[in-house]
């Protein structure tokens, strides 16, 4: 039996998704995950669903004056998740 050398976990998934062109969905998953994480604590409150559908961020919160606010910062959040995911998965955010 040939010995190969050890890889790296993150690669093998890596390989596997690129593999299966699973990579960009991953992406916007992730970039759906993060969400938290960018927007903070607070509007992650009135955050109710969240979900991506062909590189659209959809986003429900239940505070009316809150989504007036992210109106203006969607092209923001969307770079912020882009460069967090590092890879131009969303496109646009849209908040309902």
């Known amino acids: 039996m040939k010995r190969t050398e050890p ?9 596997a998704l690129r593999e299966t062109s699973l990579s960009d969905t991953f992406r916007e998953q992730q ?3 993060l969400w938290p994480e960018v927007v903070g604590p607070g509007v992650n409150r009135y955050t109710t669903r969240r979900y ?6 959809h986003v ?5 004056p809150l989504k007036g606010e992210l109106q203006f ?3 923001h959040i ?3 998740l882009n460069r967090a995911v590092g890879s131009n998965v ?6 309902h």
Do not use: F, Q
Not at 60 to 64: C, D, R
């Open 90 to 95: 969303i496109t646009e955010i849209i908040i």
């Open 60 to 64: 429900y919160i239940a505070s009316g």
């Open 52 to 57: 991506v559908d062909h590189g659209k961020l």
């Open 7 to 15: 890889k790296i976990l993150n690669r093998i998934i890596e390989e």
């Open 73 to 75: 910062m969607r092209s």
């Open 31 to 33: 970039a759906c995950y």
């Open 78 to 80: 969307a770079d912020e």
